[in-house]
């Protein structure tokens, strides 16, 4: 493959009068809904092959701080957002026949900045999880008629930056033969068994894992991660297809990104630290960049992480790292994490 | 493997100049799109306090694809080989229900070696359409001829070291190789050989020699024959006469294709070995001082020659050198004149003593694919070949497979396959173009478990053409016609789950767009229940938002679903139940709508009888039956069945009075704009009057209209 590759990306104009905080596509990637420091909400169509004629997009307006982050939820719920902001809200928006966008709900019991907002995966049902400043979790669970119940517990003290779902089927459980495996082949992850877990990233350093309890009622804290030596950016747990273990992503102001895997269900969570020396000291890069990366230890990134994203199979994973730089890492047969290909704004 | 680079284009700051972008408080964020392989790229501020900044400038998201995607006669390749790799799949999965042996039969490896030559036959259709210099409709070509050849030389060697015709596995290989090497390193170039042939004394010229070595080398036969012809003019006498018995030995060097035993040809390669040696001690013969023309030493050149029809390695090694010939060259030559019964098992061996004198070019992928192949090493070929071209690993690995020659120690339940491992990175790359979704689903589901999970995600997202903006027919029409692409697609590769998932998206589709007849009908098609609840619900929301015209008019469309509907479980029944009250129900304000009075009474008093109406609609279906009840012509309900109807009025009454006035009237409140209980109530002490005049005129009317009580 050619070493330089220029993408012909014909940019999107938002026309957000503010810096953009985040940018999500949508179920099919044929949306994109952005936020950003001026309040707004805003979708765009991204139409195939001619991104620049999109229709100029809806903008949802109603909060009152910016916006951090949006999330798409399943569209067999119907096309729907939600959003956090610093104004310590969580909107829900829904697109409908005739109406356009319209706010259909509003989250209000956190006390501080909502920083970031997640759909649990399809199976489990309208859910959403929230992490605020205030140091706690809410989970929402929307019923038929658009109501919901909501819990709402302590999740780091000073503040949760992130969250992510687990996929909704544990890995290995499909390859690993059932007791009762008389289940076609054909029946899928819609058959077996579905948790309700997610992660949590905090200022106290540490990654959680959060488990609901169907005889209790509630959500435990199942496990502590502990590896970053400073706030925990974001976490992304991988998706599961069909891969054998259950892989998380987190993304710190240590400047590192740590790979968590665990190869069962009673296995311990296992970390690894991405190594940007090996793969950023390619000439390419610019003389400022190359010096960067000469100064900083193994293991390490230039600069803090602010974003890890998997991609849809759950084989590449996208840094964004405060230097300027995406990085796309990929696991090698050898389970060696590899940069793969970097992307320069 | 090094990191790819991509920049994006236009910059979204001057190279150099990232620092004054940090500075500023701005660092680059990314999000993976599901839809291909792309990102979409963004600045986003390092400071996240809530600073209220506001920039006047643009605030762009970019879309960068981390893989080149497809285009232009690169499509095309894709498309026309996924077509072969299907039918070589259609018999690796017939070759299951057979015994497993027979995957190394006769049979099995010539219909393989029968796939593997149409993959280079179509290659090199590609490369002669890439090769013509024309203009192109869809675009510049996306890789060069150049890039096509190779895959042309690569796979058709593939085909000549790994797949013989059956039955020849232990023949000789030399001349297929030779014929290899002709066909794709084309030397000497025939400009040259025809400046030569136009010369009357092609000797004085400096590229003689080397030419009719290259000639004899490469066994061109015609060649070589032609310029020693022009020899018997030298004017030497010594080299006419060597000329002369060269002639008829290069002339009738045994070829094995002339030979239908091979103990012939061994026979007759030995006794023209005996010729040649014969040539070598004529040559001795020739004094020192007349092996010289006025140009060159010519013997030494015709030494070599007579060197390489001897067949000594050395000789051929050292005027392939001289010659800028590399290690395939003598490799070749060396299966006709050093050893022409060298077997495709030795020629490894071969092969390693060659390249360790002249090793291939590293900076040449197809040069080091060409030499891992003929030393017997696949993986290693493999591993160039994804470094050339994911299509060539990929297509490579899948036939290598089943010819056993990839490591097949099973791998860890967890881990991909060699083979799988290939192929799925070349979907992976496929994906870059959403539009080829068949194709990489297609190569996807070849791969295990985890290949069917990764194409079960693509599957689920194909676009259902929501947005009208992306299709000429009508949005029902286009959502029923990609829901049954997936549908199909679904079937072949059997996953119902995905097909369920689909339906499922769709009938909310459906819903937003009010068209429930669709909606309803994949409901029942994902045998999802509850969902199909919910659309009957929205259905009966008509009613209540729009009035009964409305509401008739949609629920018609949902009528035919209850033929086709099949139901076991008690919940099913339920949702089922719905279902049936909903149609019946919009059929009775169809009769209304028709004067069709006596079948609207009959029907509403069914729903009552048959429990099919749910309590929530009881007082809406009581309102509904005051115009009947208040019909002049005629008595429309029996006294039995009006009777049924003062129940139900009294249940509502008395319920209501007990606080569980919810239950049941929340529909007949709803449609009641601005109303509340009491008002509902109200409406039901109009059902109550007009029982109360019904049974009044059953007692006095009995000359009217008689329903014969059911």
Redesign the interface.
Known sequence: MAPATVSDSVPIETAHEDMIHDAQLDYYGKRLATCSSDRNVKVFDVLEGDAQKTTGGHTLKGHTGPVWQVAWAHPKFGHILASCSYDGKVLIWKEQQGQGWTKVGEHTLHTASVNSVSWAPHELGAMLACASSDGKISVLTFKDDGSWTADIFNGHAIGCNAVSWAPAVIPGSLITPQSQSQTAPSQGPNQTSSIKRFASAGCDNLVKIWGYREDSQSWVEEETLEGHTDWVRDVAWAPNIGLPRSYIATASQDKTVLIWTKESATAPWVKTALDPSSALASPVAGATMASAVANAPAGKFPDVVWRVSWSLAGNLLAVSCGDGKVTLWKENLKGVWECVSDMNS | ?????????????E??H??E??QAG?????????????????????N?S???????Q?????????D?IPSSERRLFIADTQVIFSMFHDMLEAAKTREPSWLQSSEALELMRKFSVDYVNFIKECWIHASQPMARADGPLQFSADHYRSLYSCFSLFVVLYLPEPGYEDAPVGEELMEWLNIHFIEPSTEEGDHLSSLDKPWEDVEFWPYLKRVTLRGLTKASLFFFNTLLQHPSEDLQDLAKSIIPVVENQPRLQNFSAERDFAFASRRWKDKVKAIRIEMDRVPEDCRFDEFENWWDSLSDIVGILEGRSSVIQRVCEDLGADWKEVCAAWGIFVDSRLRRQDLVDVAAEVLENMPPDPTNLEDMIHSALFLGKPEQALRHAS?LDTWLSAHFADVMEPLGLLESDEPA????SKRD?YVLSYA?YLHSD??QWKITIAYMYSC???????A???LV?V?LKL?P?ETSGTPEEAIAQAVKEISEVCFNH?????R??VC??A???CV???EYGLAVSYCISAEDWV?LG?VI?SILEEYIKNGAADFAKQASKIAPSLQDIQFDSATEAIFVHRLIFAVRYSQIHRYKLEKDYVSAASDIVTLFREEIAPKSWWPVLLCDSVELLQYGPALLFSTSDAAELLKKLEEISIRASQGSGDDYLSVLVRTIKGGGEKDALERLKVVRLALARYFARCTVGSNKLAIPSS
């Not at chain 2, 059997?494 to 995905?498: D, F, G, I, L, M």
């Open positions: 493997m090094g990191a790819q680079h991509i920049n994006l284009v236009p910059p979204q700051v190279s150099g990232f620092d972008l940090l701005q660092t680059i964020s990314a999000t993976t799109s599901p839809f291909d392989n792309s990102l979409a790229v963004f600045l986003s501020p390092t996240i809530g600073s209220n900044s506001s920039s006047n643009e605030e762009p998201v970019y879309f960068a694809s981390y080149v470094q339940e967890s881990e991909l491992e992976e959403p539009t295990g478990d985890i290949g069917r999970e990764r079960d995600e693509i997202r676009p947005h903006s059997q996953r119902e789950a995905v369920r998932t499922r998206i009938a909310q589709s937003r767009q009010k969902s919910r619900d």
